[in-house]
Every structure is written in C-alpha cells, then in structure tokens.
C-alpha cells in the first residue's frame, strides 16, 4: 500500500497510534512518504503534517503509542506470572481451575477418540466423528 501512492496523492488515516508498533517505523514512513511529494492527512486528530507544530504532535503521539503498547504487554506479562503463582500455590480465582485457555476435549472425548484410533480409524477421521479439530485430536492423543 505505501509503494503505490505518488506525489500529489493523499494518505488518510484514521488515527496516528494505528500507523504501526515502532514511533522509530512510524516516523521513517511518513517522512518517506512526504519526501515523495504525498501528503499524509490523520481523519480523527486536528494536526497538519505540512506544519512543523503537526509534525512535532504526529512525533509525540507515535511515541506515546509505543509506550503504552510496551506498558500493556508489561502488565500482561505480570498477569500471566502471577496466575502461574496462583496456581502453583493452588490458589486460582473463584470460577477457575487452571490457567490457560479452556480444554476442547474432556476424558470422555479422548476416550472416545482412542477407542476409534484403537479400531484402526484414521486420526483425522476419528476427529471429524466426534467433530473436534485433526489438530486438536493429535494434540489430546500425544499429551495424554
């Protein structure tokens, strides 16, 4: 998409924190792009790339989106360690038994899907009987 627009073409774009994750990639396409003799133009923020107040503003809003993308991916990260703990500990939060995503198949569906591979039916044909993922099924069979 960035490529194709040429001098005298306008770039619109809904806000500057969805341009990318990196200020440092963010700022370098745009100083390309303007470079090139197209003008980029934000549709929900009222600032002027052409000036360099706009600029300046288009530059501290980049930044301040990397920040807060690196903040959220910390407290994620301090989320999931600490549910580790929790379970570790055996300390979950009412309503769960394990960290995680919920599992697809339960006992009954693993022992059906072994009786069926046992018979000599097809992984892949065994999982479609039962209507759980091919995927799903080699995982449950070589975890279990």
């Not at 300046?56 to 990260?77: G, I």
């Amino acid at each position: 998409m960035l490529t194709k627009p040429v001098a005298g073409d306008t770039l619109k774009f809904w806000k500057s924190d969805r341009w990318g994750r990196s200020a440092g990639h963010v700022l370098t396409t745009v100083t390309e792009l303007r470079e090139r003799g197209v003008r980029v133009v934000s549709l929900t923020e009222n600032f002027d790339l052409e000036t360099k107040e706009g600029r300046f503003m288009f530059a501290v809003l980049a930044v301040a989106a990397e920040y807060e993308l690196e903040l959220r991916a910390e407290r994620q990260a301090e989320g999931i360690a600490a549910a580790k703990r929790r379970e570790a500990e055996g300390k979950m939060l009412p309503g769960k038994q394990r960290i995680g995503r919920p599992q697809v198949i339960g006992p009954a569906e693993l022992a059906a899907l072994r009786r069926l591979v046992d018979e000599g039916v097809s992984v892949t044909e065994a999982a479609r009987t039962l209507k759980i993922g091919r995927s799903t099924a080699y995982a449950a069979l070589s975890a279990h």
